[in-house]
């Protein structure tokens, strides 16, 4: 079966230090997208980062780097620097092949000041 | 660039009541169209996805339905709505590829009474 697992339902950061967000998932598809996805107080959700199940290297965009470890089927978020306005939930997603994504259940982080 | 719509932000229906949620896109032809639920506290659910006009595809069986009368436009309906139909929705959008990232509107918060 098709499932996004993320076993951290709150973290706690200190503002500054880097704070890593796990993701596992399953899939039997050899071919298939990872992403993140930070969605604040607000609602709306944000595209944060993309992983492809071929890239060679892991993918950062900015202070958000994505620690892809495909044996262990794991794609970990890492936010270096943390900052007060990171304070959200955070969603690990998968795309397996077609146009089904699959969401975690989220991850809440705290930023302390 | 891109934008994306939804109304209205907040909604409070009572239950056997009809539902018409609307999404729209600009700036971008073709989008793959996607209607998300978010129960509180926990992940998204995908509801339906269009990837043409006409063209709709239902993940979960329910008493909503979707239409795609336009291009850029996804529309979420319900004939009677129901206690369990309570929660926030979210129209995404995405071009190309399953693995391509989604770009998520406001989100519209559904309460039924």
């Known amino acids: 079966a098709q499932k996004i697992t993320q076993t951290q339902p709150g973290m706690f950061v200190q503002e500054k230090e880097a704070v890593t967000l796990d993701c596992t998932y399953d899939?039997?598809?050899?071919?298939?997208?990872l992403f993140w996805y930070k969605q604040p107080s607000s609602g709306e959700m944000i595209f944060l980062i993309y992983?492809?199940?071929?890239?060679?290297q892991n993918a950062t965009e900015g202070r958000y780097s994505l620690n892809f470890q495909k044996a262990r089927k794991s794609a970990n978020l890492v936010i270096s620097a943390s900052q007060l306005g990171d304070s959200a939930m955070y969603f690990c997603a998968m795309s397996p092949g077609g146009f089904k994504t699959i969401f975690g259940a989220g991850t809440r982080l705290f930023v302390k000041a | 660039s891109q934008t994306i719509h939804q109304w209205p932000a907040t909604l409070v229906q009572p239950v056997g009541s009809p539902l018409s949620l609307e999404c729209t896109v600009e700036?971008?032809?073709?989008?793959?169209l996607y209607w998300y639920r978010q129960a509180a506290g926990r992940g998204l659910q995908l509801l339906f996805y269009?990837?043409?006009?006409?063209?709709i595809s239902s993940e979960v069986p329910q008493n909503l339905s979707a239409s795609r009368p336009q291009d850029r436009q996804f529309i979420l309906s319900s004939k009677k709505l129901l206690l369990s139909d309570s929660g926030f929705y979210l129209c995404?959008?995405?071009?190309?590829?399953?693995?391509?990232?989604?770009?998520f509107g406001p989100g519209t918060r559904l309460t039924v009474l």
């Open positions: 700036g971008t032809s073709n989008p793959n």
């Open positions: 269009s990837v043409g006009i006409g063209q």
């Open positions: 992983q492809g199940s071929y890239d060679q």
């Open positions: 995404a959008w995405s071009v190309g590829s399953s693995y391509n990232e989604q770009f």
């Open positions: 899939t039997s598809d050899p071919s298939y997208g």
